[in-house]
């Protein structure tokens, strides 16, 4: 079941909730401002129900921090060095806010700060928006549908599409930050990722074509740890990052079916994620500067994490990587899913 159950406005901005439920009283909470996650109510393994989002404490604070809670990310998720990409021989200069690089689609076009437009169809929340020619300096006028989805199994989906009239970039993803037992921190939270690479990166975090074997070493989360493990280590740019903030590629059968990447576990609560996607990628981040956010609680850094599906970082200045291109008339179309049990 869909219904709103929320309405505020802020600077004119006419905004909504969105609650999806299933019959199990477990529920996931979707603000148009952002298309954002806020909420996902789950039981623990004595059926007690507790939110497993880190955010804001009231949907109209999220137009205060920059922290891109739970939101859909886009045109282009994480980074792309130097603000600038070619694409057809043409170079296309973007915002530049991070650094002097572009994060996240820029600083007026990005899509965590839009109100969607919001439409519920049987058993899905479609949220809608069109991102005109040249925003933040991207190419193609380009129409961008959400679909949310919580099924019986407490299994939520999460489909992006989108088209432009002209070739563009196009890097979707959600960045809601969990939290699976309401800890100050996700230290004992272990986690698999399937994955024996990343994608290395210079001191700003830009990753410029190559790959990093990661077995046997700090990065790797292959075979199941507590983050805790290695948050801490020496490795230089750990140390730098304060933690994770890194590209994972993925280990996958098949080219674009939906496939198993990731479980995060929570001991002390039951709770488990298991994370499902179509995508290469998976931006692990550890909430490295999450430290004096005051929202729905006093956070500190490591409080939660993010497991941001994605094409990878600096695609378009990278072509050994998975094209981010999308051609215009073209679908794009992905899936992730983070399904949510008891163990």
């Known amino acids: 079941m869909i219904k709103q159950t929320y309405t505020f406005e802020v600077n004119g901005e006419k905004n909504a909730v969105y609650t999806i439920s299933n019959s199990k009283g ?45 939101a859909t ?16 021989g043409v170079t296309y200069k ?23 437009d919001a439409n519920i169809v049987g058993e899905n929340l ?37 088209k432009s009239d002209k070739d563009t970039v196009c890097n979707l993803t959600n960045h809601s930050y969990f939290n699976l037992g309401g800890q100050d921190t996700i230290l004992g939270h272990e986690l698999m990722i399937k994955s024996r690479q990343i994608t290395p990166v210079d ?19 292959y075979d199941g740890k507590l983050l805790g493990t290695d948050m801490f280590s020496k490795e230089h740019i750990i140390a730098h990052c304060n933690g994770y903030d890194f590209n994972y590629c993925l280990e996958r059968s098949s080219e674009h079916d939906l496939e198993h990447f990731a479980y995060v576990y929570d001991k002390e609560s039951g709770r488990r994620m298991d994370c499902y ?14 430290g004096g956010f ?33 051609k215009a008339g073209e679908l794009y179309n992905e899936v992730t899913v983070y399904k949510f049990s008891i163990k």
């Not at 996607?277 to 999450?290: D, E, K, R």
Request: proline share 6%.
């Open 26 to 70: 477990c529920e996931v909470d979707v603000l148009t401002y952002g298309a954002r996650i806020t909420r996902i109510w789950m039981p623990d393994r004595n059926g007690a129900f507790g939110d497993l989002i880190v955010g804001c404490k009231n949907p109209e604070d999220y137009y205060g921090p920059s922290g891109y809670y739970g």
């Open 126 to 162: 479609e949220m809608t928006l069109h991102s005109p020619d040249m925003a933040g300096g991207f190419p193609g006028n380009m129409d961008v549908k959400v679909v949310f989805s919580l099924s019986e199994d407490n299994a939520l989906r999460i489909e992006y599409f989108a």
């Open 294 to 326: 005051k929202g729905k609680k006093d956070y500190v850094n490591h409080c939660s994490l993010c497991l941001e599906t994605q094409g990878y970082p600096n695609s378009p200045n990278c072509p050994t990587y998975p094209s981010t291109v999308l």
């Open 73 to 88: 990310i886009g045109r282009y998720g994480n980074r792309i060095g130097g603000s600038q990409f070619t694409l057809n």
């Open 203 to 221: 001191d700003e975090l830009i990753p410029h074509g190559d790959f990093l074997d990661i077995d046997g070493t700090p990065f790797s989360f």
């Open 94 to 116: 973007l915002e530049a806010n991070n650094g002097k690089n572009n994060l996240h689609g820029g600083k007026t076009a990005n899509f965590d700060r839009k109100v969607w």
């Open 277 to 290: 996607t179509t995508l290469p990628g998976v931006q692990l981040y550890t909430a490295c500067g999450t």
